[in-house]
C-alpha cells in the first residue's frame, strides 16, 4: 500500500502534461501512486495517460466520460489505496520535495491535513504571485485553537489530507458546480487537524489556455454556484450545531468569496454590470453587519482592504484604475 496517493484530473492538457508530470514523479519521497483520471480528453491526453501507466508500475489511469474536475477528483478518492491523498491540477508543477516535507509534517504532528504555500507562475516558472495562508507554524491546529482554518484557500492543492477524512465524513465534491472546491475544503476543518508549512510546495502554471479556462462567461452560474457553495458550507456547520460558534468565520466566507471577489471579476470583465448591485443586495440582505466583522482587518491584504473600502463606497472606476496599474507594474 502506497504512502501517498497524488490524484490528477485530466482534461484536454496535452500541451503541458508531460511537464506536470516530469516534476510529480521525480519527487525525493517515492512511495506513492499517481491516479490519472482522463476525463473524457479529446487532444491525445488520455492515450498519454496510458502511456504513463503502462511505463511506470506506480501510476494508474482512469478513463470516464468528460463530468468535470469535481467527478474526476470524487473518482480519484475512490481509487486511492494511499493513507495520504493530494491533488495537482495537470498542468501545474510541484517541486521534488513536496511529498516529503508534508508527509513528514503530517507524521510529526499526527495531523488529518497539512496546508503549505503556492506560487502563482508564468511557463518560465517566474513567480506572479505568492499564496501565504499566514497561520502559526508548525503546530498542531484545529477550529478551536485556529477557528480562520475556515477562511484559508479553498484551493485543494496546496493540501495533504488523511484520506479518512473524506471516508469517515462521505465528504465529496459536489459535481456540475462551479466552485467546487469552495463548497468543500471548509467542510474538512469540522473536527480535523492541521498543520502549517510555511513553504512553497506547489505551482499553479499561468498560460493562455488556463486563462480561458478561469473565464466564466456566464454571470449567473458564477453568482448561483458561489451562492451554493457558501450555502452549503453554512449548512453543514448548522448540521453539526457550529454555526452559532463559528458565524464570523461563515459570514466572511461569504463576504470574500461572493461580494468581495465575485465583485473584483466582473469589474474587470464589465465595470457596468448589473451583478454589482445584486452581489451588494446578496450581502447586505444575508449579512446586514457585515462590515463589522472582526476577520476583515485580519484576514484581507493591504490592498484588499482598500478595494473593500473602495467597494463599498460604490467607487468603481478606482477599483479598476489599481487593476490596470497593478497589472502595468508586472
Not at 24 to 44: A, N, R
Not at 288 to 311: Q, S
Amino acid at each position: 500500500m502506497p504512502e501517498v496517493s497524488i490524484i490528477i484530473p485530466v482534461y484536454n492538457v496535452i500541451k503541458y502534461f508531460e511537464k506536470c508530470m516530469e516534476s510529480v514523479l521525480s519527487q525525493k519521497m517515492q512511495d506513492f501512486e499517481v491516479i490519472l483520471i482522463d476525463d473524457g480528453s479529446t487532444d491525445g491526453s488520455g492515450a498519454l495517460c496510458d502511456r504513463y501507466a503502462a511505463e511506470d508500475k506506480r501510476v494508474l489511469t482512469v478513463h470516464q466520460s468528460n463530468a468535470g474536475p469535481a467527478a474526476a477528483r470524487n473518482a480519484g478518492i475512490a481509487h486511492a489505496a494511499g493513507n495520504y491523498v493530494c491533488f495537482v491540477d495537470s498542468d501545474d508543477r510541484v517541486p521534488e520535495d513536496c511529498l516529503e516535507k508534508s508527509l513528514a509534517a503530517a507524521k510529526r504532528h499526527q495531523a488529518d491535513l497539512v496546508i503549505f504555500d503556492y506560487d502563482f507562475v508564468d511557463e518560465t516558472g517566474e513567480a506572479l504571485f505568492r499564496y501565504h495562508a499566514g497561520l502559526e507554524p508548525d503546530r498542531l491546529l484545529t477550529l478551536k485553537t485556529t477557528p480562520e482554518l475556515i477562511n484559508v484557500s479553498p484551493s485543494p492543492c496546496n493540501k495533504l489530507y488523511r484520506k479518512a477524512l473524506f471516508e469517515r465524513r462521505e465528504i465529496c465534491f459536489p459535481e456540475g458546480r462551479l466552485y467546487e472546491d469552495l463548497a468543500t475544503m471548509p467542510k474538512l476543518f469540522f473536527d480535523a487537524s492541521a498543520v502549517y508549512l510555511p513553504e512553497t510546495l506547489y505551482y499553479y502554471v499561468n498560460h493562455q489556455d488556463s486563462i480561458m479556462r478561469m473565464a466564466f462567461p456566464d454571470p449567473e452560474r458564477r453568482y448561483r454556484d458561489r451562492v451554493f457553495a457558501v450555502d452549503s458550507v453554512r449548512a453543514y456547520y448548522a448540521e453539526k450545531g457550529l454555526a452559532d460558534a463559528f458565524r464570523e468565520n461563515l459570514e466572511f466566507l461569504a463576504i470574500y468569496h461572493i461580494y468581495f471577489m465575485l465583485s473584483i471579476e466582473t469589474l474587470a470583465e464589465d465595470p457596468g454590470s448589473a451583478y454589482l448591485k445584486k452581489y451588494r443586495e446578496y450581502i447586505r440582505r444575508e449579512y446586514p453587519a457585515y462590515k463589522k466583522n472582526p476577520w476583515i482587518p485580519i484576514l484581507f491584504t493591504k490592498r484588499e482592504r482598500i478595494k473593500f473600502r473602495l467597494l463599498n463606497g460604490r467607487h468603481y472606476r478606482l477599483i479598476v484604475f489599481l487593476g490596470k496599474i497593478k497589472g502595468a507594474l508586472r
